[in-house]
């Protein structure tokens, strides 16, 4: 009897605990796109709500249609959709569905956006402009309050938008995998790819204590630097002997930019090189990397990124590549990649998007979330 009543008891308390879990998050709704509904499956888990029900799908005429089947009046919605190859259909089917809640008179709508798309369209191009900007407009245009995203290709990026955005950094993740998962790794280097991402680099090194290295050399050209009409001579000026024009050759032209041969700056001989960066996409200048770093000595190679978008044949580059492991988040899908490719391994970063969420919800501070994380983060 004793028994029966101690099983009681405890059936009890498991049952009010589930309600307390399911009243705390009634008014939650998860709604996802079809870029990534595995991972807003992931965050729904771990929050233990349930996905609302949302149809997201093409007319015939390639029109977004959205269907959202519950009633969401008064509830805080949070639409999961991050970047992937399908960019624009990605776009449009966030902007559609928040606008959708909006005009349901959803209480709040948070877009958690891992991947934010358009984000290396963030300065100044010729004859161009910030795509990064326009984005932000339309989203907070479409109904969207609050932004949770991760690891923007340029911080500066939270000053274009109108509502908040909480910028989550999977460096910790990636530190974890690098204590855990690579034998050796005090014997290790982390190499920045490239001069612009020695900050994030040297960011790691400290936090692991090992040594930094720096590729630096002549690399592809970039978009930026294509001739166009904007490098026309100027004008000569008209031959004048008056006091007052001294200079006679005109608007001075800037001297061209030659960068030396592609060579390592720091020691890898003998050594694991870890190669850091926030994105991995176009993987040729990371295969190039590879190939110089094997060819001073280093014995293994990893690459490290927040994004694996690896488009194009970057599976089969890396397959043929010198480089060892190419380990990613699940900011974006990459499944048919790792069919074509043994060396790519997944981190999965829900916990971080869902204890987010959680902490959104019930008004507490996100300061624990950026705990020790740097602006080279």
Known sequence: MLLNKTRLVGFTNRSRKCNMEINSTSDVVILSG??????ADLVANRLGVRKGGCSVYHKTNRETMVEIADSIRGKNI????????????????LLIMAYACKTSSARSIVGVIPYLPYSKQCKM????????KLLAKMMCKSGLTHII????HQKEIQGFFDCPVDNLRASPFLLQYIQESIPDYRNSVIVARNPGSAKKATSYAERLRLAIAVIHGEQKEAESD????????PCMPSVDRSRTMDVSVGVPVHPAKEKPPINVVGDVGGRIAIMVDDMIDDVQSFVAAAEVLKECGAYKIYVLATHGLLSSDAPRLIEDSSIDEVVVTNTVPHELQKMQCNKIKTIDISVLLSEA?????N???MSYLFKNVTLED
Request: net charge positive.
């Open 226 to 233: 294509e001739v166009d009409g904007r490098y026309s001579p």
């Open 78 to 93: 949070y639409i999961v959709q991050t970047g992937t190859k399908d960019v624009n259909n990605n776009i449009m089917e």
């Open 149 to 152: 995203t991760m690891d923007l």
């Open 125 to 132: 191009r010729k004859r161009g402009c910030i795509v990064t």
């Open 363 to 365: 008004k507490e501070s």
């Open 34 to 39: 079809n870029s990534h509904p595995e991972l």
């Open 357 to 361: 969420i959680r902490r959104i919800h």
